[in-house]
Nanobody, 123 residues
């Protein structure tokens, strides 16, 4: 069983930056495809960014491309999401999610989830 714990959320003004972290335990991290998924109030979960188990392939939703960067450190069993030029529409609970094998751009394809961290962007 894989356990995921997110941190780094908070309140930021539009145009600002935040860095989310996700610490993994209980699995073989170097074999996990990892992603960040967000859910805004009243909306379905939305894929944000994904990274392959080796870190050599990354994937982004069009809405965050060029502003967000996903990365991972297999030695630390951690994945990160650097968020720049934040917009009010980025406000959501951000979840770290994982699956063995390939990372995908489908939020429903992930098997393991963290508890989420709130990101609020004020205008």
């Amino acid at each position: 069983q894989v356990q995921l714990v997110e941190s780094g959320g908070g309140l930021v003004q539009a145009g600002g930056s935040l860095r989310l972290s996700c610490a993994a335990s209980g699995g073989v991290f170097s074999r996990l495809g990892m992603s960040w998924v967000r859910q805004a109030p009243g909306k379905e979960r939305e894929f944000v960014a994904g990274i392959s188990w080796r870190g050599d392939s990354t994937y982004y939703a069009d809405s965050v491309k060029g502003r967000f960067t996903i990365s991972r450190d297999n030695a630390k069993s951690a994945v990160y999401l650097q968020m720049n030029s934040l917009k009010p529409e980025d406000t959501a609970v951000y979840y770290c999610a994982s699956r063995y094998g390939f990372a995908t751009m489908s939020a429903t394809s992930y098997d393991y989830w963290g508890q989420g961290t709130q990101v609020t962007v004020s205008s």
